[in-house]
């Protein structure tokens, strides 16, 4: 096994029969699926820490999409040694689908499955997407939004992981964090879907005010999907809900290798 990696928040266990890798949403790192549990039954909770946020804060936080997928698909090679699926929440989904498109071209394991929460896909214009300020629902962000109101939105997500207050001196790195992050969804905009040949799980929310769990059904154009509806807003999948980790571990494993047999 690798030494300790700086992209994952802990180092992966040998003998763990699956991985799922944990990808963020704008402005956040690792430590906003503090509240998950190491382990989802055989299934190992692998959470990635990019450039640019929490221990990584003063590293240059991604730009673009394509340098994104190929930087940390070289990264993360080391660790696809047994089955694993990619998640990502909002932009998180959009990482977790363009890094799945960048494994599968490389000379590794493919990911067996990708698990996309609460967002369109890509080849949705941006401003489907990011609407602006009065315009949309408290959580949707837009990159016209002023540092004031990023630092709102920056406390309530604190907030929803147990966090009541963050140091105040270090809000304006985390809109920094942020402000970059909503730069680089804005500006990605592929004209056509990419599919990826492996299953995809799309996760909608009852109670989403972004995006509603019938808009998941569009990921059908990325390749054959399995969808699901859970109870909860926009940020219940930070708490780790029973419901939302049954669907990774058992949705992982019934694809858990190549021939679709178990380990």
Request: overall charge neutral; glycine content about 6%; proline content about 11%.
């Amino acid at each position: 096994m690798p030494r300790r990696s700086r992209w994952l928040a802990q180092e992966p266990r040998a003998e763990s029969t699956a991985r799922v890798f944990c990808l963020p949403f704008a402005g956040t790192g690792a430590g906003l699926l503090r509240q998950w549990p190491h382990r989802i039954g055989p299934v190992e909770v692998c959470r990635v820490q990019l450039p640019g946020r929490e221990n990584r804060i003063r590293e240059e936080a991604f730009a673009d999409f394509d340098t994104f997928a190929e930087t940390t698909a070289e990264a993360l090679a080391p660790y696809l040694d047994r089955p694993y699926a990619l998640f990502g929440h909002c932009m998180g989904a959009l990482l977790a689908h363009r890094l799945a498109v960048a494994l599968e071209a490389r000379p590794v394991r493919p990911p067996a499955r990708l698990v996309v929460s609460s967002s369109l896909p890509p080849h949705f214009p941006p401003e489907t997407r990011y609407r602006p300020p009065g315009t949309a629902a408290e959580g949707i962000y837009h990159p016209s939004m002023t540092d004031a109101e990023l630092t709102g939105e920056i406390r309530r997500v604190a907030r929803a992981q147990g966090q009541p207050e963050i140091l105040a001196e270090l809000l304006p790195l985390a809109v920094r964090t942020l402000r970059r992050d909503l730069d680089m969804c804005y500006r990605y905009a592929p004209a056509e879907p990419t599919p990826v040949r492996c299953p995809i799980t799309t996760v909608g929310w009852s109670r989403d005010p972004d995006v509603a769990p019938y808009e998941m059904t569009v990921w059908e154009r990325y390749g054959r999907v399995d969808h699901h509806t859970l109870d909860g807003d926009k940020l219940t999948f930070i708490r780790a809900p029973q419901p939302l980790m049954d669907v990774l571990a058992e949705e992982l494993l019934a694809n858990a290798t190549d021939s679709g047999e178990r380990r």
